[in-house]
């Protein structure tokens, strides 16, 4: 009976450790995708705003192209 309960003392140790190096190991990962996500936020950000800063003076003609159309089919 005693060496059932050393036996099983063992193994619960050895499971808990197991489970620590899974759990540490999770949290490893978990932080590195973290950091991964917010470094693609980032980049996602400043091409929004490349984008943005390219497209808007096409934007702005455009606008402008319209207005001088409708100025000159009202008149």
């Known amino acids: 009976m005693m060496r ?5 003392q063992t193994q619960h140790t050895i499971a808990s450790q ?3 190096r899974i759990e540490g190991s ?6 590195g995708l973290e ?3 917010t470094e693609l936020t980032r980049k996602w950000e400043e091409e ?3 984008v943005k800063e390219a497209v808007w003076p096409f ?3 455009l606008m402008k192209a319209r207005r001088q ?4 089919e009202s008149t």
Do not use: D, F, G, T
Not at 4 to 8: A, F, N
Not at 69 to 72: G, L
């Open 4 to 8: 059932q309960i050393e036996m099983l």
């Open 18 to 20: 197991n489970w620590q």
């Open 26 to 31: 999770l949290q490893l990962r978990a932080e």
């Open 35 to 37: 950091k991964e996500k």
């Open 48 to 50: 929004k705003k490349k």
């Open 59 to 61: 934007i702005v003609s």
């Open 69 to 72: 159309e409708n100025s000159s």
